[in-house]
């Protein structure tokens, strides 16, 4: 297993609801599953168990299948199998189907392509235990004064108190060399500093710039406004003994996206977004405004030349519009490339035009004329890359796959098509110990996590909150709701807390009351509503036990047979059927039942994988002396399913390298129960933020600029869909940071090289293509002139800018809403300045909004590197090195020597892994780093850090 698969706790559904927005509700999520034309968990149409659930064309009402599959939860993919085109599942022809011309498409197409991907849920940690110590704790620098700092965005070295006198001496990225002016005094961590640095926003007046020295009579001064509480006490000693926390469970899980979309669907729609996993690079030449003229023809595309240069004399052919090729990169130069093999398409050469497909000398072409493509490592056969590829919640992973069956009918003997995703989540660890650990775990963690109000049989609801109001409705049955920040909450007059909630009566109307709260709190992670079916099951995986004479003796209106354990004990937990009878349509109503569906989704089934298949008589015999029975057809159709089979079967190729079992008897969970468990029901931000959370956010922030931009915050969330409430609290710590608590709106400085297209809004857009694509996308002139370029500077647009920047420029909605605090920092900045003081507003934040268990990847108030996309990212790898490197001269971190190893070395195993590329280098040096070789000096300043430490 990878030492790097990363835990998570949240999980999304495979697609967004219709609207394109994410569910809220797993009830609509169950009545769209209802709509797939059988597929259902844990019984299949065909009578067998069916380990996971199908999405069709009949869910499309209720899913945007078209938007591609998106993956459950951050993990890797461990294994896949792509088709290059589909085979056909038509009775006697599966084998001339798949030999046909490519011209000629299948009757009844069906994917054999795949993705398994490899997850660790993990359950939130156990904080440690109130001490006596807790008291003497040092208390964060927001909260006893203005901070001084050695130089710009440094480390902290003193505090002065608010009404302190300074005299200002330079000014530059926001921050105000002073000198501290008697009678006022600092206090300082060791040495005094004679001229300290402070954050521009704390001082009463400071002008855009500082007069020239010469002529002035004096520097300026100005007041100190922030208020300093006493200086912090020391911390405990850091050998204080304490006793190690218990690690929080967790448990590897599979998600298996079957049937996804053949190599030939891709090349037939190339504006098709390609999934980014997809580990093979390639180049398409795009619609280039070149054009040459050979033998009276006119060609469109890219000029290939006999030397990384443009030069008459060089010129070998041209790559026509549309070609699709595959290159290799020249060692010091990061502009042109070699035409290593031409997959689509080819070369019009000179002067002839006759086209080619391949050079016999080396062909160079520029390489920011080419489209970059990807593509799967190889087509048509299993595939277990090493190291996994790893992927995050809501990445694509494929798009949906054709799925017809051999018995499909056809129309005019056309082809026929019925795109299909089958998804499967399973765990082949142990389920039951698990989930004993996590319910256990559970009770020891902080109220925060207790969002989950667990009603139980007869429980009665009052009109009223109170116990002598009247019954509404008296519960029938177990029943979990969410407790969001917008439920609410009421205590009567004994002092008991009362829960506003919304149940269903008996005929399944929804109903509006009151319960009480006491003893009926619970976290998701004790895992209400879920149970383990492992009952006895055939190798068949079919509904009912015994011979197959006595199966068609039933088809043929004999009586039912014996149904197997296994499907007994599901129709008892589910509350299904009591007559015995578990098919399709019972399945159905049971999904559009409140009660039913949550039973449905909670099921946890021990069964043996349909996916694993060592040989046909083994495991389905007993179908072909079924068909045997039954004569000529049934035999064909089952031969042609058997054919099916064989070929979809993946897991005895991948099983033992990743660990799973051989006799692939695992737990399988139903993914849209498991989703909807693992969202955290706080998490979903509806409401606005008022003005006292935002002055909760950024105390330093005046009241007036508060007053001046909190409605078109609000504006910002709704129209740019920033319904997520860590995604707005990530917005917010980079949006303060940028403009000092809301001071500015305008990049400081006089006569700035890039004028007049200087940083503006809250989030400081810079540049003149910036303004106008701002521009274009708010429909207003953002760049004609003096007042439509200040438009930036003042509300609505200060605002709006950033959301644009944010959500539409960027495309950091996502790493907000996994709490990726290290990507948005380093999108945003471009490294790490100022990163304590994003952080500490991050923090605020999420204190302030009370969504701790939404911050799924904060560690105590900080980030981990390796939790990160930066750690996939050998650019911000890195700088995430070089920041913490004590010897950079970077600023805006805590220095760490360990920290600044870790950057580099992650650095290494990207720069290896990708072939070890020529980093950028003269006008474009990373980080002003005018390094000869980035690699050498990543390891120089290990081998440094390492000596010194």
């Known amino acids: 297993?990878?030492?790097?698969?990363?835990?998570?706790?949240?999980?999304?559904?495979?697609?967004?609801?219709?609207?394109?927005?994410?569910?809220?509700?797993?009830?609509?999520?169950?009545?769209?599953?209802?709509?797939?034309?059988?597929?259902?968990?844990?019984?299949?149409?065909?009578?067998?168990?069916?380990?996971?659930?199908?999405?069709?064309?009949?869910?499309?009402?209720?899913?945007?299948?078209?938007?591609?599959?998106?993956?459950?939860?951050?993990?890797?993919?461990?294994?896949?199998?792509?088709?290059?085109?589909?085979?056909?599942?038509?009775?006697?022809?599966?084998?001339?189907?798949?030999?046909?011309?490519?011209?000629?498409?299948?009757?009844?197409?069906?994917?054999?392509?795949?993705?398994?991907?490899?997850?660790?849920?993990?359950?939130?940690?156990v904080p440690p235990p109130a001490s006596k110590d807790e008291t003497t704790q040092v208390i964060s620098e927001q909260d006893f004064g203005t901070r001084l700092a050695a130089r710009a965005n440094g480390p902290t070295v003193g505090w002065i108190p608010a009404h302190a006198r300074v005299a200002l001496l330079d000014i530059r990225d926001g921050w105000v060399k002073v000198r501290i002016l008697p009678p006022s005094t600092a206090t300082w961590t060791n040495e005094p500093v004679d001229a300290p640095w402070l954050p521009i926003f704390s001082l009463d007046n400071v002008p855009v710039s500082l007069p020239n020295r010469w002529f002035s009579e004096g520097p300026l001064t100005a007041t100190v406004l922030q208020r300093s509480p006493p200086k912090p006490t020391a911390p405990p000693s850091a050998s204080a003994s304490q006793s190690p926390r218990p690690a929080a469970p967790s448990l590897i899980l599979y998600s298996l996206y079957m049937h996804l979309a053949d190599g030939a669907s891709y090349a037939a729609t190339p504006n098709r977004p390609k999934p980014t996993w997809w580990p093979k690079k390639q180049y398409r030449v795009g619609q280039t405004p070149n054009k040459w003229t050979l033998q009276g023809k006119r060609i469109g595309g890219l000029m290939v030349r006999s030397a990384p240069a443009s030069k008459p004399d060089n010129e070998l052919g041209i790559l026509v519009h549309g070609s699709v090729l595959e290159v290799e990169p020249i060692a010091g130069n990061d502009k042109w490339v070699t035409v290593k093999r031409i997959i689509e398409g080819g070369i019009a050469t000179k002067p002839a035009g006759t086209q080619i497909t391949s050079l016999d000398?080396?062909?160079?072409?520029?390489?920011?004329?080419?489209?970059?493509?990807?593509?799967?490592?190889?087509?048509?056969?299993?595939?277990t890359p090493s190291p996994?590829?790893?992927?995050?919640?809501?990445?694509?992973?494929?798009?949906?796959?054709?799925?017809?069956?051999?018995?499909?009918?056809?129309?005019?003997?056309?082809?026929?098509?019925?795109?299909?995703?089958?998804?499967?989540?399973?765990?082949?660890?142990?389920?039951?110990?698990?989930?004993?650990d996590c319910r256990k775990h559970a009770d020891k963690l902080p109220e925060r996590h207790w969002t989950l109000l667990r009603l139980r049989k007869d429980d009665q609801i009052k009109g009223e909150p109170k116990d002598s109001a009247p019954v509404v409705v008296t519960m029938g049955s177990d029943w979990t709701i969410a407790v969001t920040r917008e439920t609410s909450l009421q205590n009567d007059d004994k002092g008991q807390?009362?829960?506003?909630?919304?149940?269903?009566?008996?005929?399944?109307?929804?109903?509006?009351?009151?319960?009480?709260?006491?003893?009926?709190?619970?976290?998701?992670?004790?895992?209400?509503?879920?149970?383990?079916?492992?009952?006895?099951?055939?190798?068949?995986?079919?509904?009912?036990?015994?011979?197959?004479?006595?199966?068609?003796?039933?088809?043929?209106?004999?009586?039912?047979?014996?149904?197997?354990?296994?499907?007994?004990?599901?129709?008892?937990?589910?509350?299904?059927?009591?007559?015995?009878?578990?098919?399709?349509?019972?399945?159905?109503?049971?999904?559009?039942?409140?009660?039913?569906?949550?039973?449905?989704g909670g099921l946890i089934a021990y069964h043996t994988s349909e996916w694993f298949v060592p040989s046909w008589a083994s495991k389905y015999g007993v179908i072909s002396e079924v068909a045997v029975a039954l004569g000529k057809r049934a035999i064909e159709n089952v031969g042609a399913e058997k054919n099916c089979v064989m070929r979809l079967r993946w897991w005895s190729d991948v099983a033992a390298g990743l660990g799973l079992p051989g006799e692939a008897k695992v737990y399988h969970f139903h993914p849209a129960g498991l989703?909807?468990?693992?969202?955290?029901?706080?998490?979903?931000?509806?409401?606005?933020?008022?003005?006292?959370?935002?002055?909760?956010?950024?105390?330093?922030?005046?009241?007036?600029?508060?007053?001046?931009?909190?409605?078109?915050?609000?504006?910002?969330?709704?129209?740019?869909?920033?319904?997520?409430?860590?995604n707005r609290a990530h917005i917010l710590a980079q949006v303060l940071h940028e403009s000092g608590s809301l001071a500015y709106t305008k990049e400081l400085g006089t006569n700035l090289s890039y004028d007049p297209w200087r940083g503006r809004g809250l989030i400081q857009i810079t540049g003149e293509t910036n303004y106008r694509k701002y521009g274009n996308f708010v429909g207003e002139d953002t760049t004609t002139g003096a007042a439509a370029y200040e438009k930036l500077e003042k509300s609505p647009h200060a605002v709006l800018s950033a959301g644009w920047y944010w959500s539409e420029f960027k495309r950091l909605n996502t790493a907000g809403g996994e709490d990726d605090f290290l990507w948005c920092t380093a999108v945003v900045n471009g490294a790490f300045n100022g990163y304590q003081d994003r952080l500490e507003f991050l923090n605020s934040a999420i204190k302030t909004l009370q969504i701790e268990a939404c911050a799924t990847r904060n560690r105590a108030g900080d980030y981990v590197f390796s939790e990160s996309r930066i750690y996939e990212n050998r650019r911000y790898s890195f700088a995430w090195g070089l920041w913490h490197d004590p010897n950079s001269g970077k600023t805006g971190v805590k220095k760490s020597a360990a920290k600044a190893i870790e950057g580099y070395r992650r650095y290494l195993v990207l720069h290896e892994q990708a072939g070890k590329p020529v980093e950028p280098s003269g006008s474009r040096y990373w980080y002003g780093l005018a390094a000869t070789s980035y690699r050498d000096y990543a390891k120089q300043r290990i081998d440094t850090l390492e000596a010194i430490n």
């Open 1 to 125: 297993m990878s030492d790097t698969l990363k835990p998570t706790s949240r999980m999304g559904y495979p697609f967004k609801a219709k609207d394109g927005k994410p569910f809220a509700d797993a009830q609509p999520v169950y009545e769209g599953l209802a709509l797939a034309r059988g597929g259902h968990f844990p019984l299949g149409s065909n009578g067998h168990f069916h380990g996971g659930i199908h999405f069709d064309r009949a869910t499309a009402n209720v899913f945007a299948i078209d938007e591609g599959v998106q993956c459950l939860a951050d993990g890797e993919i461990v294994a896949y199998r792509l088709d290059k085109k589909y085979p056909d599942a038509t009775p006697a022809g599966d084998a001339s189907a798949v030999e046909s011309p490519k011209d000629k498409a299948a009757l009844r197409p069906y994917s054999t392509g795949f993705v398994l991907v490899r997850h660790r849920l993990q359950a939130p940690a």
């Open 361 to 383: 000398t080396t062909g160079f072409v520029f390489l920011k004329e080419l489209d970059e493509l990807r593509a799967p490592a190889s087509l048509d056969r299993i595939e």
């Open 388 to 436: 996994p590829i790893p992927v995050n919640m809501g990445d694509l992973i494929g798009h949906m796959g054709e799925q017809v069956s051999s018995g499909e009918a056809l129309i005019a003997g056309q082809p026929t098509s019925r795109p299909t995703l089958h998804l499967e989540v399973f765990s082949g660890e142990d389920v039951p110990r698990f989930l004993r």
């Open 497 to 600: 807390r009362w829960v506003n909630v919304k149940v269903h009566a008996a005929d399944g109307s929804p109903v509006v009351g009151w319960a009480k709260d006491k003893d009926r709190r619970c976290t998701p992670w004790h895992w209400p509503d879920f149970e383990v079916v492992d009952a006895a099951s055939n190798d068949a995986g079919t509904w009912w036990e015994g011979t197959a004479e006595a199966f068609v003796d039933f088809l043929r209106g004999g009586g039912r047979p014996p149904e197997s354990p296994f499907f007994k004990q599901v129709r008892r937990l589910a509350g299904m059927n009591d007559d015995g009878g578990l098919d399709e349509k019972a399945q159905d109503a049971a999904l559009r039942d409140r009660t039913a569906s949550r039973r449905l």
């Open 675 to 726: 989703v909807a468990g693992m969202i955290a029901p706080q998490c979903s931000c509806d409401g606005n933020l008022t003005s006292r959370q935002l002055k909760a956010i950024a105390p330093h922030a005046r009241n007036s600029n508060i007053d001046k931009y909190i409605e078109s915050i609000n504006l910002m969330f709704r129209k740019f869909e920033m319904d997520q409430c860590i």
